[in-house]
């Protein structure tokens, strides 16, 4: 089911869930011409609990028998559905929000390892389902519960993943020019040509299984990484606005508000005014009243 567009709250909170729901295939979904493969603006979790299938992201292909878990990513081209007559059946949520990105950046949330095998788990199931009843709730809780609904369940995703898994020669090249980014961050921008005449291959290679792998360019992973430093210090410090603008490498205190905006829809003045504004104690002292009045029904 698509839900309406979540609160404020559910927004600041960092993780918004767009849809969630259960769903079956009878028969083989046919495979597609990969320019018409289906590509999101968010991130999606789609989880087999019987029948299985395959998995088409990109260059990739995986076998996703019941019990697999898999993620969808922004802006990465992908394909999916059962494998035979047998069919399937799958839960899913669609969502996205500054946790889910902030996931992506740290590596939990990654392209390069988007199946989980927790198997067919039924307090994971349930957690599921709890959260579909939620969402047919009119609650005025719901919006947030949701959203820790989702936390829960990629939590335990995450703790189900199979770290062992094995590394292409593309994926250890990502985590190296990604690594290479962040001891870069306070600098005017990433030297990937450089980077890629130290370990003695193209630039236009380097740049292009880049793109292919985490779905962004090196300029735009560069910057988002900047981005995610600057609302951190937004958040957490008092720093003067055009002192973190100019340590994060922006130099022009209006290219750094122009950029941030871009990233998350607010210039860094209204994001740290829109924190403050929900960390405020009359803020809480309002959802306290509401939630009195909500008891009284």
Same mark, same amino acid.
């Given at each position: 089911?698509r839900?309406?567009l979540?609160?404020?709250?559910?927004?600041?909170?960092?993780?918004?869930?767009?849809?969630?729901?259960?769903?079956?295939?009878?028969?083989?979904?046919?495979?597609?011409?990969?320019?018409?493969?289906?590509?999101?603006?968010?991130?999606?979790?789609?989880?087999?609990?019987?029948?299985?299938?395959?998995?088409?992201?990109?260059?990739?292909?995986? +076998?996703v028998?019941a019990?697999?878990? #898999?993620?969808?990513f &922004?802006?990465?081209p992908?394909h999916y559905? &059962?494998? +035979?007559?047998?069919?399937?059946?799958?839960?899913?949520?669609?969502?996205?929000?500054?946790?889910?990105?902030?996931?992506?950046?740290?590596?939990?949330?990654?392209?390069?390892? &988007?199946?989980? /095998?927790?198997?067919v788990n039924?307090?994971?199931i349930?957690?599921?389902?709890h959260?579909?009843?939620?969402?047919?709730?009119?609650?005025?809780?719901?919006?947030?519960?949701? %959203?820790a609904?989702?936390?829960?369940?990629?939590?335990?995703?995450?703790?189900?993943?199979?770290?062992?898994? &094995?590394?292409? /020669?593309?994926?250890?090249?990502?985590?190296?020019i990604e690594?290479?980014?962040?001891?870069?961050?306070?600098?005017?921008?990433?030297d990937?040509?450089? #980077?890629?005449?130290?370990?003695?291959?193209?630039?236009?290679?380097?740049?292009r299984?880049?793109?292919?792998?985490?779905?962004?360019?090196?300029?735009? #992973?560069?910057?988002?990484?900047?981005?995610?430093?600057?609302?951190?210090?937004?958040?957490?410090?008092?720093?003067n606005?055009?002192?973190?603008? /100019?340590r994060?490498? #922006?130099?022009?205190?209006?290219?750094?508000?122009?950029?941030?905006?871009?990233?998350?829809?607010?210039?860094?003045?209204?994001?740290?005014?829109s924190? %403050?504004?929900?960390? %405020?104690?009359?803020?809480w002292?309002?959802?306290?009243?509401?939630?009195?009045?909500?008891? /009284?029904?």
């Amino acid at each position: 089911m698509r839900l309406p567009l979540q609160d404020q709250l559910a927004t600041r909170m960092g993780l918004r869930v767009l849809a969630i729901g259960k769903g079956s295939a009878i028969a083989p979904i046919p495979l597609k011409p990969r320019p018409q493969w289906r590509r999101l603006k968010c991130y999606a979790v789609v989880y087999v609990v019987a029948g299985g299938g395959v998995f088409h992201q990109a260059d990739d292909v995986f +076998d996703v028998p019941a019990g697999s878990a #898999f993620f969808l990513f &922004p802006d990465i081209p992908h394909h999916y559905g &059962p494998a +035979d007559d047998a069919g399937w059946t799958e839960l899913f949520f669609v969502f996205d929000g500054a946790i889910a990105d902030r996931f992506r950046d740290q590596g939990l949330l990654t392209p390069q390892a &988007p199946v989980v /095998r927790p198997g067919v788990n039924p307090e994971l199931i349930e957690l599921w389902q709890h959260t579909v009843r939620c969402a047919k709730s009119s609650d005025a809780t719901t919006d947030v519960e949701l %959203s820790a609904a989702l936390f829960a369940v990629l939590a335990e995703l995450f703790r189900c993943r199979r770290i062992a898994q &094995p590394r292409t /020669r593309k994926q250890e090249l990502c985590e190296q020019i990604e690594l290479a980014m962040k001891s870069a961050l306070t600098e005017s921008f990433f030297d990937l040509k450089g #980077f890629a005449a130290e370990q003695r291959i193209s630039y236009s290679y380097a740049r292009r299984v880049f793109k292919e792998t985490t779905g962004y360019t090196p300029v735009q #992973f560069f910057t988002r990484a900047k981005i995610q430093l600057a609302r951190d210090a937004l958040a957490g410090t008092g720093e003067n606005i055009g002192r973190i603008g /100019r340590r994060l490498g #922006f130099g022009d205190s209006h290219y750094f508000s122009r950029t941030f905006r871009k990233f998350t829809g607010l210039s860094p003045k209204e994001y740290r005014q829109s924190l %403050s504004h929900w960390q %405020s104690d009359a803020y809480w002292q309002n959802c306290g009243t509401a939630a009195n009045k909500t008891d /009284r029904r």
